[in-house]
Nanobody
Framework: QVQLVESGGGLVQAGGSLRLSCAASGRTVSSYTMGWSRQATGKEREFVAA????????GYADSVKGRFTIYRDNTKNTVYLQMNSLKPEDTAVYYCAARQRDSYVTPVSLWDYWGQGTQVTVSS
């Protein structure tokens, strides 16, 4: 079983950038498809981005495509989400997730493991 701990959230102005980190322990990130989801206040959790176990494929929600990039560093056992050109509507708690299959899915209910989340707030 893998444990996930997110970091890197904070307050940023619109147009700014943040990089979120997801450190894994217990198992290596290369054993999982890794992803990020987010949940804004009063809304359901939604898929943001994912990278497959083999790192052959990445996927993004339409709302973040071209602005966010997911990547992994297996030597640090960490997955990152680089967020550029942030908008106020990106404000949410961001969660790291892991999935045992070598494929990503957008329904958040199909992910196997979750971190505790990190708050991202984008001011206008």
């Amino acid at each position: 079983q893998v444990q996930l701990v997110e970091s890197g959230g904070g307050l940023v102005q619109a147009g700014g950038s943040l990089r979120l980190s997801c450190a894994a322990s217990g198992r290596t990130v290369s054993s999982y498809t890794m992803g990020w989801s987010r949940q804004a206040t009063g809304k359901e959790r939604e898929f943001v981005a994912a990278i497959t176990r083999s790192a052959a494929y990445t996927g993004y929600a339409d709302s973040v495509k071209g602005r966010f990039t997911i990547y992994r560093d297996n030597t640090k056992n960490t997955v990152y989400l680089q967020m550029n050109s942030l908008k106020p509507e990106d404000t949410a708690v961001y969660y790291c997730a892991a999935r045992q299959r070598d494929s990503y899915v957008t329904p958040v209910s199909l992910w196997d493991y979750w971190g505790q989340g990190t708050q991202v707030t984008v001011s206008s």
